[in-house]
């Protein structure tokens, strides 16, 4: 392994097929990276028989061996003090320098609170959010939190808008990201309070943030907005709501092209068009969503994703510490104090 290369930590245990699919994944993500190096915390005996069939992995992978890891069922108070899981030394690993940033499959709760608790959370920024890209109609746009935090304040949110616009000018290259607040309505009057208060300090961040209001659930899918702001009780179950209705569309074109003759000698003339939706909405495209907000950064891949969507995890993170986007988050939320605009909106209201 060379030393002036980007270090990934990996969770080598974490996830529905692993090491199988962490180590296919990471002979995918190579091919596309050639300068990433792994290090993999799991089983050495079960990782090195998954190796056999890339000798070449030996070249850039190190493995740490531990026979402990976490669980899909165990809950994080659980866990979160064993230092000798596979997940704990991974993202130990980052802590200490060893590794720019993490990549687990495993157990979300366990992986968000030992986290926290490891690399801690960068200063001023209250609570870290849960964040990925999802494709909309024009392109793709970021939302957080996805959760991480069921219930937020209007300090939390307006965090949130600010991570989100960092994440949108990196990862999305968007100069000046339209951010929006997710709501029950466009109208100024509608929604919870918290939310209300959120909108007025975004306004008044002195980053002078592109702020365009409120959008509600189905103008996500129009590219109405860059980046979408929640707390993570609705961003998760608008996340999932989603999926579902991709996957129902998905399945409705299937049985009608079954039981339709005209559809299935149509389906040659049809198939371009079809190979273009499915690679637009192939959620492997968008796997690895990242627990910003911290001091280093930590990225949960799908537990159930294929080898494939586990190399487009690994991309996501080397983008985001090649862009050193830790760094900006902590230079940008150093020139606003949030607590100070939530009094100041506070005294307005009262």
């Known amino acids: 392994m060379s030393d002036n290369n980007l270090v990934i930590s990996v969770d080598a245990m974490g996830g529905d097929n692993s090491p199988r699919v962490?180590?296919?994944?990471?002979?995918?993500?190579?091919?596309?990276?050639?300068?990433?190096?792994?290090?993999?915390?799991?089983?050495?005996?079960?990782?090195?028989?998954?190796?056999?069939?890339?000798?070449?992995?030996?070249?850039?992978?190190?493995?740490?061996?531990?026979?402990?890891?976490?669980?899909?069922e165990d809950k994080p108070s659980q866990v979160i003090r064993n230092k000798n899981t596979s997940m704990y030394m991974a993202i130990d690993a980052v802590r200490r320098g060893d590794a720019a940033a993490v990549i687990s499959a495993g157990?979300?709760?366990?992986?968000?609170?030992?986290?926290?608790?490891?690399?801690?959370?960068?200063?001023?920024?209250?609570?870290?959010?849960?964040?990925?890209?999802?494709?909309?109609?024009?392109?793709?746009?970021?939302?957080?939190?996805?959760?991480?935090?069921?219930?937020?304040?209007?300090?939390?949110?307006?965090?949130?808008?600010?991570?989100?616009?960092?994440?949108?000018?990196?990862s999305l290259e968007i100069e000046r990201p339209r951010i929006a607040l997710l709501n029950i309505g466009a109208e100024e009057m509608k929604g919870r309070e918290e939310i209300h208060q959120a909108a007025k300090m975004i306004k008044n961040t002195h980053l002078d943030l592109n702020f365009i209001g409120y959008i509600e659930p189905h103008q996500i899918s129009e590219?109405?907005?860059?980046?979408?702001?929640?707390?993570?009780?609705?961003?998760?179950?608008?996340?999932?709501?989603?999926?579902?209705?991709?996957?129902?569309?998905?399945?409705?074109?299937?049985?009608?092209?079954?039981?339709?003759?005209?559809?299935?000698?149509?389906?040659?003339?049809?198939?371009?068009?079809?190979?273009?939706?499915?690679?637009?909405?192939?959620?492997?495209?968008?796997?690895?969503?990242?627990?910003v907000g911290l001091n280093g950064l930590s990225v949960k891949s799908h537990g159930g994703t294929d080898a494939i969507g586990y190399s487009y995890a690994i991309d996501n993170a080397s983008k985001l510490v090649r862009q050193n986007f830790v760094q900006t988050i902590r230079e940008e939320v150093e020139h606003v104090d949030l607590d100070e605009l939530s009094q100041e909106i506070l005294y307005d209201v009262y």
């Open 223 to 291: 590219g109405y907005a860059d980046v979408i702001v929640s707390d993570g009780f609705t961003g998760n179950i608008a996340l999932k709501t989603m999926e579902g209705t991709a996957k129902l569309v998905s399945g409705l074109l299937k049985s009608s092209i079954k039981n339709s003759v005209l559809a299935k000698l149509g389906l040659p003339f049809l198939l371009p068009v079809i190979w273009n939706m499915k690679k637009t909405m192939d959620p492997r495209k968008y796997n690895g969503a990242m627990f």
């Open 22 to 72: 962490v180590v296919e994944g990471i002979h995918i993500a190579h091919k596309k990276n050639p300068d990433i190096n792994f290090i993999l915390f799991g089983d050495e005996v079960k990782v090195a028989e998954e190796m056999k069939r890339f000798p070449k992995l030996k070249d850039f992978c190190r493995v740490v061996h531990t026979d402990e890891y976490v669980h899909n």
């Open 107 to 170: 157990n979300t709760g366990a992986l968000m609170a030992i986290s926290k608790m490891i690399l801690k959370t960068i200063q001023k920024i209250h609570r870290p959010a849960i964040c990925t890209n999802i494709p909309h109609k024009n392109g793709m746009c970021v939302m957080l939190d996805l959760g991480a935090n069921t219930e937020c304040s209007a300090v939390n949110l307006a965090e949130f808008a600010i991570i989100g616009n960092i994440l949108a000018r990196h």
